[in-house]
């Protein structure tokens, strides 16, 4: 069954709405805050894997600043998806494994969050529906 004008209008606008929500949400909460305070959060962080604080460090501000504002922009969505769905089981699962589903929550839903957004891709209202051919599908 084909769907209808309206149909797909109304799905754009929602992977719209969830990717820039969902984008400027992680950014906001936690990808500025180790941004803009990067030598607090460099005494803070955990390096669950020995890569260094720093190192650990930069790769979640990629993954929390970088990542969020391609999927606002609808550049390469799929594949921003994919660095923070990894920092996010790597708290759940690594870093904090004694986490109950309730003090683990606000990470589930943003792996929700963006798990819907990897599967559903960023629909037509996104730069990557303005490219051809393999970029336009990640």
């Given at each position: ?55 650990t460090l930069m790769l979640a501000i990629f993954a929390e600043v970088l990542c969020p504002l391609l999927i606002v922009a609808g550049v390469l969505v799929r594949l921003a998806c994919l ?56």
């Open positions: 069954m084909q769907a209808s004008g309206g149909d797909e209008r109304a799905r754009d606008l929602g992977l719209l709405f969830l990717r820039v929500s969902a984008g400027l949400f992680l950014l906001w909460v936690h990808g500025l805050p180790k941004l803009l305070d990067y030598n607090a959060e460099l005494q803070r962080i955990e390096d669950p894997f020995g890569l260094g604080a720093n190192l660095p923070i769905l990894a920092v996010l089981l790597v708290a759940l699962r690594v870093v904090h494994p004694q986490w109950s589903l309730a003090e683990g929550q606000f990470a589930w839903l943003l792996l929700i969050l963006f798990g819907a957004i990897f599967i559903a891709g960023p629909g037509s209202l996104a730069l990557n529906h303005r490219f051809t051919g393999a970029l336009r599908h990640v």
